[in-house]
């Protein structure tokens, strides 16, 4: 076993501008890294500019990260924090934002860099130092080395490095009261998806899974509840808080094991059909349970009696949350997306083995 998670996580009402003296460790200049409103709607922004003000850190603010961020946008985000001499990068948001500043502290350190040696991870200098502030219940991004990118040809990247973990990472679960019914269970069921997929990743370890199981037990039963109100309704504070620990739950699992072939799966039907990365991953969630109970039996069997739960009750949230889109994919277009999948290390990362043609079979069902 191994773990190794560097990160100070702190969590809870009024976190923020309770631990503002902490921001002053990593300098006194500061480039603040947001997607559109939603800093601002949940809270968050007007408590980190107070944090800041209180330690007379300046600070810059970039809010040009969109949804599944581009490294354009990030090299955009890196040049400003070096030309404002930012001394750290502290992101604001769901995963885009949060991956993206990652990202930003490391072409912040290394101007000029292309994306071929941001990819290669021979950085000539260390990132900048990152604080997360989280607003969102899914990604788990605030305690993972990991970024995920949408690249110059329009491809999602992960990079995985250590040197991107954030130093600081702080949540309230107040942010995330303003976010909606359906990106509250996209987001949901993305923290569900880490569990579950973490557990039957190849690299899984009995420490991993401790982290899978307690997430599944955590986040099953609140998903299933905002699953089942009113369309129009909105979840309530403790819903969210333990939705909240369920995405840390999920990134601590994932940290050392990475995603199987539902996430990589479902990159393909962000890309390309712009689906939520949550209710992407989790269209894909059947067949892997499908898969695991084929070629790991055993496994299957250990994980649902220490999850408390079958199949078919993980099978029907799923169907529960993912709305159905109507989307059906040619046979043309199945063949021309198949060769990324071969040698596709998250997929073979999957206990057992998945073919390309079973993610053929899983591509001809439609969505
Ligand atoms: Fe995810």
Redesign the pocket.
Known sequence: MQFYMPTELITGEGCVTGNAQKLARYGKRCLIVTGGSAAARSGALQDVEEALRSQEISFTHYAGIEQNPTLASCEEGGRLAYEAGADFVLGIGGGSPLDAAKAISVFAANPGMTEQVFYSAEWDHAPLPIVLIGTTAG?GSEVTSVSVLTDSKGKKHSIHDRRIYAALAMSDARYTMTLPRAATLSTGI?AL??CIESYFSRKADPFSRLFSVRGIRLGLPVLQQVADASPDSMPTLQQRETLYQVSIFGGMAINPTGTVFP?NVGYYLTERYRIP?GFA?ATFLPELLTHVKEQAPALCGAFYEACGTSEEELVNLAKKVVPVQGIRLSEDEIRTALPRWENNGTVRNTVGTVTTEQIAEMLRKGF
């Open positions: 990604t993305d998806c880490h996430h990365h991953c």
